[in-house]
């Protein structure tokens, strides 16, 4: 066994004319900054800012304050900006001296704003000098304290400056990193230092009797600015409980609550609700107008996952030589597919099922469920009864549905989602359907390809210039070509005009028209069906949404903690976006139970960090993390390490070599950004890493790591590999051979 010999291939780092343009400007200005801070300290003027230097000079510097009044303001306001801009030292004696040359009113103003504008020139220079630097190489770490700074950045830096403890330099700097608005933060800032300018001006009054300033802020003092600071966050909390109450005050609410927990919907969000709430005691009703295990169970992932293993299989026998046996074509019924499609899903149905959910102490209400009020809701069952049933906190999971176009012909066709494909397949007299599917994303791709597998004509129209739009270009192509292989006839940059019914003819003519533009030219092709592939939008109609004026834009809209508009009120799952993973479904689902059961407690944020995906194609495509695509939209600076499957012993023998393993990483570390393959079982070896950042595990661990041999798994660690020969230290090396030949005495 060797490992492959492909090494990392870092991206382009020529830099582009504007950015060499903006790089020396950047050094132009530290460039000076670093001189007059030199000459500063060369010349020893920070003697001249010592409390025992004021003190001495301060006749002669009343003196010149009376003789040129303006003169003297405007110079003492432009020294105390300079040294507040470049955090000279100094400060401190300069607020001190504002006291004692100006009094207590007028030094207060001087004060106020020359701290202010040269806190703001310290923010402008730091941003203008690191912001870029930071964002490139933490971007998407900053990316939560960014959210934080946006939503409450005020409220930080408002405590920041009224506690003095903070060192004003620093929070110069570091608030220059955060998108904070220069406005914003002046205006904070003049507001914050204000009460501590007060102080230190006042004492500047009395000057002559200073000894030393760590006595200006004694304990007692100190406490009263941390009380102080304290201030804003406790106004913020009075106001977040005054809106609350005046939110809930048209609502009357229960003296008692029948449930602890009422969960709308028993897809995979509703059910991981339930189930938690369940585990922990708390006594939880959930509602479900449909079948439970929702659209993954019953009409999404399971069954689709089960009519791909069919056609794979159909696949493989054809091409059967690849594997020393005689190729045959399948011997196929659509209907007998569809058949262990459904054994398949029944045989999965008893994990979601009522029994199932009853048992663990779940109660199931079947039937339509409504919001009345922010504690109750309505079921209507089957027979058109209506009971009612309040809860402390309520979980909306109701999921979302496939997305039809609305285009001119659409009801004189058989227009099919992934929900009533199976019905209508199982219903279709023909042996050999011909279908049009629209969309060219992850359910597109993987039902197209299958459908083919099994001998179905399938022409896939795709308004894109390529397949699955978040991944790629790379991994778009082996999609592409692995489609067309098996297939699958690709119309790419062709726009859907309408439809239209065939008309009348032969028992073998198709029965309807997709009417297509590309590139100005009008066409059509003939099918029996067009399935629409084309995204999915949460379920947010019939629901009480409205009446209880919950807003929603394409999912209902959400804080960090799951909770909707009533905070007693929570969304996970489809309905919630921004994912429409039954993974994520169920990632949300743990949030929205704690949160809804201890919250007032304690609360947790979705976290989505590390967030996988998986397209059943055959190959499959896994991702995790960043793209090239979208690090280099979002310009982040990556290395990219990349291995082709056909290096990998196991792909070989099992003649599987199509694909590669692509992992992205922070430049000159192993820190994973992001990974990607496109392999056969791809889903199955993402999981290490993902793994690996979730946990912030590098590259060097998983080398370090032993994989058994011969597995698809190894390829992982031959990524981990190449990335670490790619970076070789070459003289270390070179020396090596040096030795080495000395040691075999040759010279």
């Known amino acids: 066994m060797t490992p492959p010999s492909e090494a990392s291939s870092p991206g382009d780092d020529s830099p582009e004319p504007e950015q060499s343009g903006g790089r020396w400007r950047k050094l132009s200005l530290l460039a000076a900054i670093a001189l007059v801070v030199a000459l500063f300290f060369g010349f020893g003027l920070q003697r001249f800012l010592t409390l025992e230097a004021l003190q001495q000079a301060q006749g002669s510097l009343q003196g010149w304050r009376q003789q040129a009044p303006l003169q003297s303001a405007l110079t003492y306001m432009a020294v105390y900006v300079v040294v507040t801009a470049l955090s000279l030292p100094g400060a401190a004696v300069l607020t001190l001296a504002g006291g004692a040359l100006f009094g207590l009113g007028l030094g207060t103003l001087l004060v106020s704003f020359a701290s202010s504008a040269g806190a703001l020139l310290a923010f402008l220079l730091a941003r203008t000098l690191l912001r870029d630097l930071v964002q490139r190489r933490f971007g998407r770490q900053l ?85 102080l600071a304290l201030f804003p966050w406790l106004a913020r909390a009075a106001t977040d409980r005054l809106a609350i109450w005046r939110l809930y005050r048209p609502w009357n609410r229960p003296r008692r609550f029948d449930r602890n927990l009422i969960v709308i919907g028993a897809g995979a969000a509703g059910l991981v609700t339930a189930y938690i709430a369940a585990t922990v005691k708390a006594r939880v009703t959930l509602i479900e107008a449909e079948a439970m295990g929702g659209d993954c169970l019953n009409t999404g992932c399971v069954p689709s996952k089960a009519l791909i293993a069919s056609a794979r299989l159909a696949a493989r026998m054809r091409r059967a030589d690849r594997y020393g046996l005689r190729p045959v074509e399948p011997s196929l019924s659509v209907r007998q597919v569809l058949e262990r499609v459904a054994a398949k899903v029944a045989a999965v149905a008893p994990h979601d099922s009522v029994e199932r959910y009853e048992a663990l102490g779940v109660e199931v209400v079947k039937g339509h469920a409504r919001l009345v009020d922010p504690w109750t809701v309505a079921i209507r069952g089957r027979d058109g009864q209506e009971q009612r049933l309040s809860g402390r906190s309520i979980v909306l999971a109701t999921g979302a549905a496939p997305v039809l176009p609305d285009l001119p012909g659409a009801s004189q066709v058989p227009l099919l989602s992934s929900e009533t494909l199976w019905s209508w397949l199982r219903e279709c007299p023909l042996e050999r359907p011909r279908l049009a599917v629209l969309g060219g994303g992850p359910i597109g791709c993987e039902l197209s390809q299958a459908l083919a597998q099994l001998g179905l004509p399938v022409t896939l ?29 690709l119309l790419l940059q062709t726009r859907v005009l309408g439809f239209a019914a065939t008309p009348p003819g032969a028992a073998a003519e198709p029965t309807a028209q997709v009417l297509l533009e590309h590139e100005g030219a009008s066409s059509s092709i003939a099918c029996d069906a067009v399935l629409c592939a084309l995204g999915r939008r949460a379920r947010l109609e019939g629901y009480g949404l409205e009446e209880l004026g919950i807003p929603s834009g394409d999912t209902i809209t959400t804080n960090d903690y799951l909770q909707t508009l009533y905070p007693n009120i929570y969304a996970a799952g489809d309905v919630a976006g921004p994912f429409q993973f039954t993974h994520t479904a169920s990632h949300q689902a743990w949030y929205a139970a704690v949160n809804a059961l201890f919250g007032s407690v304690r609360r947790f944020k979705t976290d989505y960090r590390v967030i996988p995906r998986t397209t059943f194609t055959d190959p499959e495509v896994a991702t995790v993390g960043l793209t090239e695509t979208e690090a280099s939209a979002l310009q982040i600076p990556v290395e990219v390490t990349r291995v082709p499957l056909h290096e990998l012993d196991r792909a070989i ?87 080495h030949r000395w040691r075999l005495g040759t010279p």
């Not at 570091?174 to 006042?202: D, E, F, I, K």
């Not at 304990?219 to 009263?224: E, K």
């Not at 308004?463 to 999609?479: N, S, T």
């Open 143 to 227: 990316a939560p304290i960014e959210a934080g700074v946006r939503r409450d950045g005020v409220l930080y830096l408002l405590t920041l400056r009224l506690a003095p403890v903070f060192p004003f330099f620093l929070v110069n700097l570091l608030m220059a990193l955060t998108p904070m608005r220069a406005g914003a933060y002046y205006l904070t800032s003049q507001l914050g230092m204000l009460p501590g300018t007060l102080v230190y001006v006042n004492a500047g009054t009395q000057l002559a009797q200073l000894r030393g300033l760590d006595g200006i802020l004694s304990p007692p003092l100190l406490l009263s600015f941390a009380l």
């Open 461 to 489: 129209i795709h308004r894109g210039e390529r397949l699955l739009r978040k991944e790629d270009a790379d991994v778009a192509e082996e999609v592409r070509r692995a489609l067309e292989a098996d297939g699958v006839q």
């Open 653 to 739: 023998v099992e003649s599987a070599e199509r694909g590669f393993v692509k992992v992205l990483t922070a430049p000159g570390k192993d820190t994973i950004l992001g990974a990607t393959i496109v392999a056969e079982h791809a889903g199955e070896l993402l999981a290490e890493f993902v793994l690996a950042m979730r946990w912030g595990l590098g590259l060097s661990r998983i080398f370090g790591t032993i994989h058994a041999y011969p597995t698809f798994a190894e390829v992982n660690k031959y990524a981990a590999g190449a990335w670490k020969k790619a970076r070789a230290p070459q003289r270390l090396l070179g020396l090596l051979e040096r030795f």
